[in-house]
């Protein structure tokens, strides 16, 4: 689809290259004019002072017309090639009729066709095409021999094609500077422009390329800051698990949805965490809930969310369970990854958690269900505390404890 305003843009260059023919044409069209009144005076040329005359007054009706209709907002695209048509026409007339050997052919084609091309490359081209056509059949209907009018087209078209030549490249690298431009607009970063010529435009093409290449790494590094900050606003920043805030949002979806009386929390809160920072200090108290999480991660389902809400005190969200069991098998699994010793700079330690469960079991909808779920797994958590650690306990049901084992330390 279109863009409307790159639409409006080219409408809007469209005028303003009718506005400047017509410019061009009445200077033109009267010059025309003005030759044929004064061969009617003095009878300087060859041909009939109305062979001089008629293509220009054509010509100048024609362009009145065609300014009639830009003021009143009605030209079209197919306006200006008809006007270019009739202007090579009545360019190689008049050139044809002002001599036996055509001697201000030169300057009429060479000054139309070159005011051409350096607004518009396709004009000039079928200014340059029409003209050679038209300008040896006028010659040939005037009498001149063939081999002199297949000789002067030759010039002619030679001369003319050379005059637009370099305004015609310089007009196609603006555009292409244009279209470059367009692209780095869009966001595309890579777009790279020519720089063999060394010219004005060659070195603006180079300081492009820079530009270009500046905008799109100082592009990339503002997406990954950004990345990395989104990333670490709802991310534990040791563990890399999704941190208090990403649990409570994640939470609240789920609640919402229509599985949510199929949502349970576990709230996982390991056992003499502190003995571990008090023996081997904080480094190692870090990399040993770095371990806990991985393990965590390893227990759990893809789908359910392991966070770390602070400390050593860790949170799964269950989504989609059928039966309590399932929770329990979980509750069951995370049990035995953390029962395996963690091997800290080759010391073994066993550390146990003690593990609260909750379900939600209501409908949909509810806004405080999320922290009262919370607050009732956290305190069958603190129940598994009082009983013996290293066990689970399921929120309003009395589940037997799983074998404690207490930190130990092996050199």
Not at 146 to 175: G, H, N
Not at 190 to 206: C, E, H, I, K, W
Request: charged letters at 20%.
């Amino acid at each position: 689809m279109t863009d409307p305003r790159f639409a409006r843009e080219k409408r809007l260059t469209v005028l303003a290259r009718h506005r400047q023919s017509v410019h061009r044409r009445w200077a033109f069209g009267l010059l025309g004019l003005a030759l044929g009144l004064c061969d009617a005076a003095l009878d300087f040329f060859p041909a009939p002072w109305w062979a001089v005359a008629l293509p220009s007054a054509v010509l100048l009706l024609g362009n009145a017309w065609c300014a009639w209709r830009i003021r009143a907002d009605h030209i079209r695209v197919r306006h200006f090639w008809a006007m270019l048509c009739a202007d090579a026409v009545a360019t190689a007339a008049t050139c044809a009729m002002t001599g036996d050997h055509g001697e201000l052919a030169v300057a009429f084609y060479v000054v139309v066709a070159a005011a051409y091309g350096l607004g518009l490359p396709r004009a000039a081209r079928v200014h340059v095409a029409v003209t050679a056509v038209v300008y040896p059949i006028a010659r040939l209907v005037s009498g001149t021999p063939r081999t002199t009018v297949a000789l002067e087209t030759a010039v002619l078209v030679a001369l003319s094609w050379l005059a637009i030549a370099s305004p015609m490249r310089f007009t196609y690298r603006l555009r292409r500077a244009r279209r470059a431009l367009d692209s780095l607009e869009r966001g595309d970063f890579s777009v790279r422009l020519p720089t063999r010529a060394l010219d004005d435009l060659g070195f603006l093409a180079v300081s492009f390329n820079s530009t270009a290449e500046a905008l799109g790494t100082a592009v990339e590094e503002l997406r990954r800051s950004r990345e990395a900050l989104a990333h670490q606003a709802y991310h534990d920043p040791l563990t890399g698990l999704a941190n208090r805030a990403r649990f409570q949002e994640r939470l609240v979806r789920a609640l919402a949805g229509e599985h949510a009386p199929q949502v349970a929390v576990l709230m996982v809160d390991l056992d003499d965490f502190k003995c571990v920072n008090d023996r081997l200090g904080h480094a190692a108290g870090d990399r040993l809930l770095v371990m806990v999480g991985e393990r965590l991660l390893n227990a759990t389902r893809g789908g359910d969310t392991v966070a770390r809400l602070g400390g050593d005190e860790f949170a799964v969200l269950v989504e989609k369970v059928a039966q309590s069991s399932d929770v329990e098998i979980i509750a069951r699994r995370i049990l035995h990854a953390l029962a395996a010793p963690f091997v800290i700079d080759g010391v073994d330690l066993h550390v146990g958690a003690s593990i609260g469960v909750a379900r939600h079991g209501g409908p949909p909808g509810d806004a405080e269900a999320g922290d009262a779920l919370l607050h009732r797994a956290d305190i069958a958590m603190y129940d598994v505390k009082t009983r013996g650690k290293n066990a689970f306990a399921v929120d309003g049901v009395q589940a037997p404890p799983v074998r404690r084992r207490a930190l130990a330390l092996v050199q």
